[in-house]
């Protein structure tokens, strides 16, 4: 079992920076690829971006391409996402997910692979 704690999470103006950490216990973490999800309210929760197992490589969907970044810190058992130039567009409860030797950008997209997630960080961008 892995548990999974997302925080950073809040109110932030158009064009601002958040960094969410998704920290990790149980398990072994740096086997696990770890994807981030979004939820806006009275829409689908979205695939927002991923770090593979390896760490070699990172996903993202086109709305976040070139302002947000996935990093991880295996020593850490932590994954981050950067979010920069933030658009109220962006509102939303994000989520952190891990997928044991998620590799793939299809499976990692698709949120029903996944084995484990947080409970969530709300991120609201006000305009």
């Known amino acids: 079992q892995v548990q999974l704690i997302e925080s950073g999470g809040r109110l932030v103006q158009d064009g601002g920076s958040l960094r969410l950490s998704c920290a990790a216990s149980?398990?072994?973490?740096?086997?696990?690829?770890v994807g981030w999800f979004r939820q806006a309210p009275g829409k689908e929760r979205e695939f927002v971006g991923a770090?593979?197992?390896?760490?070699?490589?990172?996903y993202y969907t086109g709305s976040v391409e070139g302002r947000f970044i996935i990093a991880r810190d295996n020593a850490k058992n932590t994954v981050y996402l950067q979010m920069n130039s933030l658009k109220p567009e962006d509102t939303a409860v994000y989520y952190c997910?891990?997928?044991?030797?998620?590799?793939?950008?299809?499976?990692?997209?698709?949120?029903?692979?996944?084995?484990?997630w947080g409970q969530g960080t709300q991120v609201t961008v006000s305009s």
């Open positions: 997910a891990a997928d044991r030797y998620g590799i793939v950008r299809s499976r990692l997209a698709r949120d029903y692979e996944y084995d484990f």
């Open positions: 149980g398990g072994t973490f740096s086997t696990y690829a």
């Open positions: 770090i593979t197992w390896t760490g070699d490589n990172t």
